[in-house]
Each structure stands twice: as structure tokens, then as C-alpha cells.
């Protein structure tokens, strides 16, 4: 039984660790929203939607796959 509520514990306390990794697309939006600071408005948004979408030829690949 002690076993067993120490192994609920340590789950417990090590999932907001695990939580916490950014996801790839999350540290993606971060990257991005770091490149855009200072924009507002229209310009942010654009920026940051040109961003989030990558680089040219990999839109262009991915609208002819």
C-alpha cells in the first residue's frame, strides 16, 4: 500500500514537468511571436500568419501533395 501511494505521488508531482515541454508548434508560435514584437494590428497578424505558414516553396508543397 505505501508502495502504491508513493509510485500516486511521485506521478503526481512529475506530471506538470512533463506538461510543460512545448509542443514543436508551440515553440513555433513563440519563435514567431519573438520575431514579430513591436508589430500591431494588421501588421502583427500578417506577420505572424506569414510566419506560422513557413517559408514559400513549402506552402507551394503543400498545396500540390
Known amino acids: 500500500m505505501k508502495?502504491?501511494?508513493?509510485?500516486?505521488?511521485?506521478l503526481l508531482l512529475g506530471s506538470?514537468?512533463?506538461?510543460?515541454?512545448?509542443?514543436?508548434?508551440q515553440q513555433?508560435?513563440?519563435?514567431?511571436?519573438?520575431?514579430?514584437?513591436?508589430?500591431?494590428?494588421?501588421?502583427y497578424k500578417t506577420a505572424q500568419k506569414a510566419c506560422l505558414s513557413g517559408p514559400a516553396r513549402w506552402?507551394?508543397?503543400r498545396r500540390s501533395a
Do not use: F, H, Y
Not at 506538470?16 to 508548434?25: E, R
Open 3 to 10: 508502495t502504491l501511494s508513493l509510485l500516486a505521488c511521485l
Open 16 to 25: 506538470p514537468l512533463i506538461a510543460s515541454a512545448a509542443t514543436p508548434q
Open 59 to 61: 506552402r507551394a508543397r
Open 28 to 43: 513555433r508560435m513563440a519563435d514567431c511571436s519573438v520575431k514579430n514584437k513591436g508589430k500591431t494590428g494588421e501588421d
